[in-house]
């Protein structure tokens, strides 16, 4: 899920925490299209090598959970998503409450008197449990995917997430239309057909549990900027996680419950106490890796700017590929690779056209795009 938050969540978050102070107020009243956002005062830009040491750092960490999921949910191991994704979400609220402890104001939603958000039962149920839901059910299938699809092809049908982002988030009334946008995703769509078109060892349940997953990653954003936006619901991503995480590990135990007790569901598959002995340091390290992650995506959104997280992120994808070809052994055809990489130049135009709006609305796309890579303020309207 890391890998998707630059093309929804981050372009909204650098956005607000670069405003000026009175234009802030007015955009956390405002801008309902706006996720989940740290609303924190501007502060002094980081150092080169602090942006340089938590962007590699991202990459590491991001390439290493996914590919470690892979392995992890070989039918040797351990290749049952619904407990592996219970025991992430179990071990994250562990975590992330030792961390509230010793290390308050990493959680300025909570501990900041002024970014404090209510945390009411009603705001708990009806609004972060949705989230929660959808945001539980992506991380099972994404896992169950695995053991049918390569890395690098469920990457690839990933990075088509926007598209669907961007068609709901019309539907819903969140977005607005932008001809310009609507291009550019077209290109996208293409990209993404060349990535299915050129898979050696396709998988059509592999490719349906994929878009079940990216389905629901869609949905989850856009329930973010529905149910979370607006009026000073603005959570910071460790309080995020500290209050989705116990709700996701929930629900999968009703579900698993439901399973035993009452309906047992043929895709649910229960590990016994020797799965867990054989794979209990590979589990160890993997929720490590887990939480490790979403520490590491929090810190350097303290430190990132713009366009130091597009270029992360866009190594970071074409790395998670790289990774999986040389360390799992994975096939990519030339199709595909050529694919993934028209996937990864539109979806940069993509991410800069919504990180830097106002660039594209008031001059050419190619005088906006170098404006913007070059951090020049955007042209002034005619």
Same mark, same amino acid.
Request: glycine share 4%; hydrophobic share 55%; net charge neutral.
């Given at each position: ?48 090598? &602090? ?29 049952? !998503? ?45 609004? &972060? ?61 293409? +990209? ?71 309906? !047992? ?18 589990? +160890? ?6 939480? +490790? ?77 170098? +404006? ?11």
């Amino acid at each position: 899920s890391s890998a998707f938050l630059i093309h929804t969540f981050f372009p909204y978050y650098f956005r607000y925490r670069t405003m000026p102070g009175k234009e802030r107020l007015e955009s956390a009243a405002e801008d309902e299209e706006a996720p989940l956002m740290e609303k924190s005062k501007v502060k002094p830009e980081s150092s080169i090598w &602090v942006k340089g040491f938590w962007a590699i750092m991202v990459i590491i960490a991001s390439s290493t959970l996914i590919n470690y999921n892979k392995y992890l949910m070989d039918a040797s191991r351990f290749p049952f !998503p619904v407990v592996l994704v219970m025991c992430h979400t179990f071990t994250g609220t562990i975590f992330a409450s030792l961390m509230l402890l010793t290390c308050p104001m990493l959680f300025p939603s909570i501990t900041n008197p002024d970014q404090q958000i209510t945390l009411s039962a009603s705001f708990i149920w009806r609004r &972060v449990l949705p989230v929660g839901v959808t945001f539980g059910t992506s991380l099972v299938l994404s896992n169950t995917a695995y053991e049918y699809a390569s890395v690098a092809f469920l990457q690839m049908v990933k990075q088509s997430n926007v598209i669907t982002v961007y068609v709901l988030s019309l539907i819903a009334g969140i977005e607005v239309y932008r001809p310009r946008l609507v291009v550019v995703l077209f290109l996208i769509v293409l +990209a993404t057909s060349a990535t299915i078109t050129g898979e050696l060892h396709f998988s059509m349940v592999g490719l349906l549990v994929q878009l079940g997953c990216c389905l629901a990653e869609c949905i989850k954003v856009v329930l973010q900027g529905i149910l979370l936006s607006g009026s000073g619901r603005k959570l910071d991503p460790l309080t995020f996680n500290l209050l989705v995480s116990p709700l996701c590990f929930s629900c999968l135990l009703l579900v698993l419950m439901i399973h035993l007790f009452v309906f !047992p569901m043929s895709w649910i598959d229960i590990p016994v106490m020797s799965d867990f002995t054989k794979c209990k340091w590979l589990l +160890a390290g993997n929720v490590l890796v887990a939480f +490790a992650l979403n520490v590491i995506i929090a810190t350097f959104l303290k430190h990132g700017s713009p366009m130091s997280f597009l270029v992360t992120n866009l190594v970071k994808d074409a790395a998670i590929v790289i990774v999986s070809a040389i360390v799992l052994g994975e096939e990519v055809s030339l199709l595909q690779a050529v694919g993934f990489v028209a996937q990864l130049l539109f979806i940069f135009i993509w991410s800069m056209m919504k990180t830097f709006p106002e660039h594209f609305e008031n001059d050419s796309f190619y005088r906006a795009m170098i +404006a913007a890579v070059q951090g020049k303020p955007a042209a002034a309207k005619c």
